[in-house]
Structure formats: C-alpha cells, structure tokens
C-alpha cells in the first residue's frame, strides 16, 4: 500500500449535548465510508469533556475519547457576575483545557480537526491552530454559539447551517465560510410509514386523517404534553396521533387518555420512548408539533415536514426560538413564542389538519430549507483542508 493510502487522522472535538454530539458522529460516520470507498481508513480521537454526552457516545461508537478540562463562560450584562467566584475558576480552566489539548494534538498529529461547538471546543480548538492543523469550525444553529465564536477567526473554513449565519459571522471568517447544512442521521431519511403502522400496531388510525407526530425530545417535555392533553378530544377528531411523551409522563398521560370516548381512542398512540422505529413514524407525520433544536430542525426540513414549534424558552441564547421564527417566516413552520396556550396550539394545528394544500404548501417549503447531504458537503470541507498525507 502506498503512502498517499495511510489512514487520515481527524480531531473531532464538540459535545456537552446531543446537538453538538450528533452531527460530529454523523459527520465520522460518513467520512469512514467515503474513505472505505477508497480503501482508506480513518484514525478518529474525539476530546471532550469528562462528564458530557461525548464522553459516553465516542467509546459506545467505538472511537477514541480523551478529555480535557473546560469552563463554563457565563454570559452577563453585570460585571461583578462575570468575576464571580464560578466564573473566575472556569475561566482559568480554559488555559488548562488548551494546554491538554495541545498535548494530544502534537502527540497525534491530525490531518483535520472538526469543531462542533459547546464549551470544550474553545481550547481544542485554539490548541489546533496553535499546532497549524486545519481547523474546521461546524455551527448547527441559525446564530453563531458563543463558542464558534470565538473559534471562527482561527478556522481554516466555517462551515453554517443555514445562508442566514453568513453575515453574523466575524467579518475575518465569511471568506472561509461554506454553507453545508446540519448532519442529519441516514437512518431518519428512510423511513416507511407502513412500517410504523405494523411496528407500533396503528391499526385504529383513519386514513382519511392526518397524522400528527407530538414530541418534546427524549425525556418529554411537560408544556408540551400539557399543551396536546388540553386539547385532545379536538386534535383527535381532526387526525390521528403518536405522542411520545417521556418516560416520566407516560402514566399520568395514560390516566387522562382513558378517559377518551371510544371512537376516538384508537386514533392516538401514546408512548414514552420511540427507538428504531422514529424514522418511521417521521415518514408517516403529516404535521409535526415539536422543540425547535438544531437538530430537529434538520431532521424536519430535510424530510419536508409541516411543523409547528414550540421552543424552550431556556434554550442557550434563545436559539430555539430564532431557529423556529427564521423557518416561520419563511413560510416554512408555524412558531409558538413566549407564552403558549391551548387555544394557541389549536389555532396553528387547525388550518394544517383541515387545509391539505396548505399543509403540503409549508412541507414544501421546509423542504427548500432542507440539505439531506449535509453530511457528505461537511466531509467535503473536511478533505479539501485536511493535510495530504
């Protein structure tokens, strides 16, 4: 085998949360299989936090893990919190973590290192341009998080999400900039409706309705669930329902389900948790009533979804809520903000279940802000800097 065949070695560093974790894996995932093509391999370090997501899903995947020491920057307009005692000690963690990770950088020698945001970035990242390695930055969000912040004027390329991010960038960066899009997981992208219908046994649904997906993510969301149980008996006349409520919510949304009148029981599917068969029910969702995370967001307009969100108010920066009203006001989902009630959540599902063309009119459209391949476009960037070897 030749020397240009060795394996190339990539730095991924990103994480604390699935929306900097997920597409960092999803974006290895399809550079190995670009490279397999070629008969290449990949040499993988993932450096993280010791206590964040990525420190338990890079060894579950099989990819090596180091973690290095990080600070929380806490953002405030009053200059005696930003010296709190808190602040101070992460702050002075962050050289720290930057000194590690250039101890790893040197001794492993990438060829690129990928950047997905969160707090651990920040010294991974300073430390790669301090070693010369190629540096790219990835933002899932339509506003730069803090952390891509200040990583942006190191990058050797930025890779955005969305045409919207360009101009927030630094103006140093937006000649190094690429609009990828957000990695999104194959897996979602084929799914089969009827494989939902045989998998969750959905044979009380009509299918003369709609169908509406209610999530609130993995562990449920409490407003949301409220939100679909106040108004129930409505929805179910006007579409048939999978609810995935959380583990924690399942009971007490059980009790209140019960008492349905019969007809309209068998429309609604109550779960705490979906697994394999998510992609699935995404295929068979007419309308989907959700968070607004990064991540959600690329899953829903890469499979041109009708949507109507409901951000978390507590979001880093408020991203959901600027992710759900850039799609709104494209005509591309419908955005419930600030304080959200029954009557709210009728008002957005009514004109969607009862108009089809409407409802095919906003799938449409969300899909014009989809990018499936984001992916494949990140590895593009990735193997147009990474060092030849």
């Known amino acids: 085998m030749g020397s240009e065949q060795r394996a190339l070695r990539l730095v991924v560093t990103g994480g604390g949360t699935g929306g900097h974790t997920y597409p960092a894996l999803t974006a290895v995932r399809?550079?190995?299989?670009?490279?397999?093509?070629?008969?290449r391999g990949v040499d993988v370090l993932w450096v993280g936090t010791a206590k964040g997501l990525e420190a338990r899903i890079a060894p579950a995947e099989g990819i090596s893990f180091e973690p290095v020491a990080t600070g929380k920057v806490r953002r405030s307009r009053n200059p005696l919190k930003l010296i709190s005692p808190a602040n101070?000690?992460?702050?002075l963690r962050v050289p720290w973590g930057a000194f590690q990770a250039r101890s790893l950088i040197r001794r492993f020698g990438p060829d690129v290192v990928l950047a997905t945001g969160g707090y651990v970035a920040v010294p991974v990242g300073l430390a790669a341009r301090s070693c010369r390695a190629p540096l790219v930055v990835h933002e899932q969000t339509v506003r730069l998080g803090l952390a891509n912040k200040v990583l942006a004027r190191a990058a050797t390329r930025v890779a955005v999400s969305s045409e919207s991010t360009l101009p927030l960038l630094p103006e140093a960066a937006r000649s190094t900039a690429v609009v990828t899009g957000n990695p999104v997981r194959p897996a979602v992208l084929t799914g089969r409706p009827d494989k939902a219908v045989a998998a969750l046994g959905l044979y009380g649904f009509d299918p003369s309705l709609p169908t509406v997906y209610v999530t609130g993510g993995a562990q449920g969301s409490v407003q949301i669930n409220t939100l679909v149980a106040d108004v129930l008996p409505w929805l179910l006349e006007r579409a048939n329902v999978v609810h995935q409520c959380g583990p924690a919510n399942e009971a007490d949304l059980h009790a209140r389900a019960a008492r349905l009148p019969a007809d309209l029981m068998g429309r609604y599917f109550l779960t705490g948790f979906l697994g394999p068969?998510?992609?699935?029910?995404?295929?068979?969702?007419d309308v989907v009533v959700s968070r607004s995370g990064a991540g959600t967001l690329a899953e829903l307009t890469a499979l041109g979804k009708a949507a109507v969100f409901v951000p978390l108010a507590s979001s880093a920066g408020n991203e959901q809520a600027h992710n759900a009203a850039h799609l709104e006001q494209a005509g591309a989902a419908v955005a419930l903000l600030g304080t959200v009630t029954p009557d709210h959540l009728r008002a957005a599902l009514g004109p969607l279940l009862e108009d089809e063309p409407r409802?095919?009119?906003?799938?449409?459209?969300?899909?014009e802000h989809g990018r499936p391949d984001a992916a494949e476009r990140l590895v593009d960037v990735l193997l147009s800097v990474a060092r030849r070897g």
């Open 30 to 39: 399809a550079l190995q299989a670009r490279l397999a093509a070629e008969r």
């Open 88 to 91: 101070v000690r992460d702050m």
């Open 277 to 285: 068969e998510l992609p699935d029910v995404l295929a068979l969702a």
């Open 359 to 367: 409802r095919t009119a906003m799938a449409a459209r969300a899909r």
